[in-house]
Every structure is written in structure tokens, then in C-alpha cells.
């Protein structure tokens, strides 16, 4: 027998006939042999009125007491989900987010999970009911208190379910048909994607794309826990998030489940660093200087545009080949009057070092211990850029092997036994 969790957003469970909808598809699923643990999110728009009736209350609401109030949402869910499914003549039994053995950290309102044991659910299972958890809640064991794990955090709860009980599949309904290539409410003629890599959904979520919780896909990246992201409006089929079998690792007693993985530190030498200064600011005058580039077709890497002068002026700068630097030049000073900067700087060759892992954006202190190494290093920053599973700077080229060797050191990446090069300059 399969073990599937599905997991139901507030839009999907937004009124009784919502609930009842929900409730229809979850037997069926049940009756067609499978075991069902169901994660549900509070009811259409609870949360956020649950949050403006404390804000009615005081400006400042005790984190403790939020976390019990909005925690209050998912239970009222759980609880009626279990109902209607009795009424369709299945049993449900509902538990909390502790009942569910959902072990967070202390820090209320963005709560980290640590351990799940989810053994009230299993019992559940075993004895044929269908087991329904309230979404984005745990407690912390530090203080004894209820905690919430941020909004959009049932998607999270569902994923780590899945990976607790080794679910066969995980599946999220929402009220649209999967992840789209924008989102459908802004873009009409978006279209759905079949299949996408957990790397690129974690881009997207890490960008906004709401449809998955940021901490979800991560999650589910690093235990390997397939998602299918479906409307529960329909019977389409949806959006296959697929994580790659070399980024997972198994679950570790004692180790807390949502902390970053670094990978490994990588770097560059090969690319220059071309900065144009007094550019206009004014729409389309980055699209003219990339337009010029492109058409000489120089690879770029990073680009920075810095604030806005009083001079109603900004300066690009973008690394490309240190060889493409005098073509650069040479195109961009053919175009200096349309364009309309004032001067550039080329320099040939600078150093870029990368930390690369999951789950950094999350983790602020990732950042903070990343250039704080730096700064032990004496080592000054050129330019900066992250995205979800990466941190880079660019530096002088000549401190570039020093900065390498102290984020290495910082995050705790150095082995006992030294590595063995065979051969080769390395060059
Ligand atoms: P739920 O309540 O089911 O958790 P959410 O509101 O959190 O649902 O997420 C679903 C919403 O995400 C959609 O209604 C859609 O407007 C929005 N969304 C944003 N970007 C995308 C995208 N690229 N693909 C699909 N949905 C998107
Ligand atoms: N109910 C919570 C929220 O609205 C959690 C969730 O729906 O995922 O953010
Ligand atoms: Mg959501």
C-alpha cells in the first residue's frame, strides 16, 4: 500500500462546501488503496483576519500569543476536514501540529523545524484512518510553546511530513493547475510547466513565486521528496518539482532538519571587471550597452547597477572574459555620445570566490559568516551577488587563493588529510 500526503492551501478549504470538495477527493484517493495524511491550511482568508483582529487589539501583539491565535486557523481546518470525511462514511482523526511531533525552534512566527516524529500519525494510518495535521505549526521543546513557521508554511509542514513517514508522494493543492511560467493572475497566456528541477523552483520561490514555500522546496531538494504542485479544482495533472539524487541526503537523528548545506567553495580567475561610469539614468540605457554586448557575443556574469546620483547619473559594472575586455570597450566608445556616459574602467582580470549550497537565503547567518571571514582575511569586496544556493564576490586577483582558503576554513570545510594534486599547474 502507498502512503501519499496531500496537502490543501486555504483557497481549496475556503467554506463547508469547500471542505466537503476537499474531503470527496481525499476518500477517493483513500478507497482507491492508499494510506492519506492530509496537511490543510486555515480556511480561505483566517489568517489574515486573525492577524487584523490583533491588530485591532494592540500594535504590538507577544509573539507567544500570535503564534497560538494564527496556530488556531489550521486546527479550525483539521477539524471539519475530519468531519466531512466521517460524514462520507471514512474515519479521520486530526492532530496539532505537536500532536504531529512537528519539533521547532523557539523563534516564533518564523519557526525552524528540528525533529519530526510523527508517531500519533502513524498509529493513525495503522489503524485505517486518514491522518489530517494542521499546517505551518510545531512547538518548541526549549519552550514548550506553540510556534508558527511563517506564512505559506503548510507547504513546508507537508513536505516534512512526506519525508518523516518516507511518503510515496507528495502532493500540493492550490487553487491553480501547477507552477506556471509566470503567475497566471498576472500573466493570462502563462503556461504550465510539466516538470522543473528543484534548483530552478528554488530560484523561483527564492524570487516570489509563491505557489511553493521558499523553506518547501528546499526541504524537499535536500531529502528528495518528488512534489506535485496540482489544483484541487480540477483533475489535471500538475507541476512535477524533481530533486536531483546527488543534492539529497538522508535524515540524521540528532541533526535539525532545516539548516544550510554547504557544498563547497568555487573560484575564478579567468573574467575582468568593466565598470561605465556617468551613465543617464533613464530608462533603456542598460538595454542599449547589454544590446551592444550581446550583439559582440561576450558572455557576461554578474552586472551591478549602483543607486542613482544626485547627478541624475549611475555606473554599471559587469564581469565578462578578461579577452573580450578591449572589444567591449572598443564597441561601448563607438556608441559613447548615444549612450551618453562618461568614461569606463577596465580591469583585465579580478578574482571571483563563490559559496555554494542550499538554503543560505534562510539562513542570514550564512551571509554574515561569509564575509566576516573576509574581513579576517583583510580582503576587500568588489562586487557582490547571491541568489538561493549561492554567495559571490569579486576581489584583487591576487588575494583571490587567500579568500578561497579562509570562507573554506569559516564554514568549517577543511579536512585532516591533505589533497592529493597529481599533476598539472593548474592553470
Ligand atoms: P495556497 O493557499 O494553496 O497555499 P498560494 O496563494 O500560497 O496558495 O499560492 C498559489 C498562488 O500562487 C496562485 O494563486 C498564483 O496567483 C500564485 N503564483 C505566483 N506565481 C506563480 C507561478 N509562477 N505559477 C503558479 N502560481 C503562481
Ligand atoms: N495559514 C497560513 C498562512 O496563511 C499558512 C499557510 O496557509 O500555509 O500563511
Ligand atoms: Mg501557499
Not at 51 to 73: C, F, K, N, V, Y
Amino acid at each position: 500500500m502507498s502512503l501519499i500526503v496531500q496537502k490543501y492551501g486555504g483557497s481549496s478549504v475556503a467554506d463547508a462546501e469547500s471542505i466537503k470538495r476537499v474531503a470527496r477527493r481525499i476518500v477517493d484517493t483513500k478507497r482507491a488503496g492508499h494510506q492519506v495524511v492530509v496537511v490543510v491550511s486555515a480556511m480561505g482568508d483566517t489568517t489574515d483576519d486573525l492577524l487584523d483582529l490583533a491588530g485591532q487589539i494592540t500594535a504590538a501583539p507577544p509573539s507567544r500569543e500570535m503564534d497560538i491565535l494564527l496556530s488556531s486557523g489550521e486546527r479550525m481546518s483539521m477539524a471539519l476536514l475530519a468531519m466531512a470525511i466521517h460524514e462520507l462514511g471514512e474515519s479521520a482523526q486530526s492532530f496539532t501540529g505537536s500532536q504531529a511531533g512537528m519539533i521547532t525552534d523557539a523563534i516564533h512566527g518564523k519557526a525552524r523545524i528540528i525533529e519530526v516524529s510523527p508517531l500519533r500519525v502513524q498509529e493513525s494510518l495503522d489503524a485505517g484512518h486518514v491522518g489530517i495535521v494542521a499546517g505551518f505549526q510545531g512547538m518548541s521543546r526549549e519552550s514548550r510553546d506553540i510556534t508558527t513557521m511563517g506564512r505559506g508554511g503548510s507547504d513546508t509542514t507537508a513536505v516534512a511530513l512526506a519525508a518523516a513517514l518516507h511518503a510515496d508522494a507528495c502532493e500540493i493543492y492550490t487553487d491553480v493547475d501547477g507552477v506556471f511560467t509566470a503567475d497566471p493572475r498576472v500573466v493570462k497566456t502563462a503556461r504550465k510547466i510539466d516538470e522543473i528541477s528543484s534548483d530552478e523552483m528554488l530560484e523561483m520561490a527564492a524570487a516570489g513565486t509563491k505557489v511553493l514555500h521558499l523553506r518547501s522546496v528546499e526541504y524537499a531538494r535536500r531529502f528528495g521528496v518528488k512534489l506535485h504542485v496540482r489544483s484541487s479544482f480540477s483533475e489535471l495533472e500538475g507541476t512535477w518539482v524533481i530533486p536531483d539524487p546527488k543534492d539529497t541526503v538522508k535524515i540524521q537523528e540528532g541533526e535539525p532538519l532545516e539548516q544550510p548545506i554547504i557544498s563547497g567553495v568555487s573560484h575564478d580567475a579567468s573574467e575582468g571587471k568593466l565598470t561605465i561610469t556617468g551613465v543617464p539614468d533613464v530608462p533603456g540605457k542598460a538595454a542599449e550597452i547589454f544590446n551592444l554586448i550581446a550583439e559582440g557575443a561576450i558572455n557576461i556574469d554578474m552586472i551591478v547597477q549602483d543607486v542613482s546620483m544626485a547627478t541624475k547619473t549611475t555606473n554599471i559594472s559587469f564581469t565578462l572574459p578578461g579577452e573580450d575586455g578591449e572589444r567591449a570597450q572598443e564597441m561601448l566608445n563607438a556608441h559613447k555620445d548615444s549612450i551618453g556616459f562618461e568614461s569606463m574602467d577596465f580591469v583585465p582580470q579580478v578574482g571571483k570566490v563563490s559559496l555554494i549550497g542550499g538554503g543560505m537565503r534562510n539562513h542570514p547567518g550564512v551571509s554574515a559568516r561569509f564575509f566576516t571571514a573576509l574581513r579576517d582575511a583583510g580582503i576587500n569586496i568588489g562586487l557582490i551577488s547571491t541568489s538561493e544556493i549561492r554567495v559571490s564576490v569579486i576581489t584583487d586577483v591576487e588575494l583571490l587563493d587567500r579568500a578561497v582558503a579562509a570562507i573554506h576554513t569559516a564554514f568549517g570545510l577543511d579536512s585532516d588529510e591533505e589533497a592529493t594534486v597529481y599533476a598539472g599547474t593548474g592553470r
